[in-house]
């Protein structure tokens, strides 16, 4: 398995539990928009921290490769 194809999968799956996230909010502060949009922002910028952190990794796994 390819490494950028492990990076991919991660990525994919922050994007999954924000996706998940996101309908837990709805459901949990139904006609709270205030509340909703306050939270899926924290959400969403989790998912970002995440997805940073993902190619930071990924970066330096390359390096490491590349020295080899």
């Known amino acids: 398995v390819c490494s950028s194809d492990l ?12 996706h998940d996230s996101y309908d837990t909010i709805k459901k949990e502060y139904e006609g709270r928009e205030d509340d ?3 939270l899926e ?5 989790l998912v ?3 997805v940073e952190t993902i190619e930071s990794i990924g970066k330096q796994k390359e390096q490491e490769l590349l020295q080899i």
């Open 41 to 45: 922002k924290d959400v969403q910028r």
């Open 7 to 18: 990076l991919e999968n991660g990525k994919i799956m922050v994007r999954q539990v924000r």
């Open 36 to 38: 909703i949009k306050r």
């Open 48 to 50: 970002d921290d995440s």
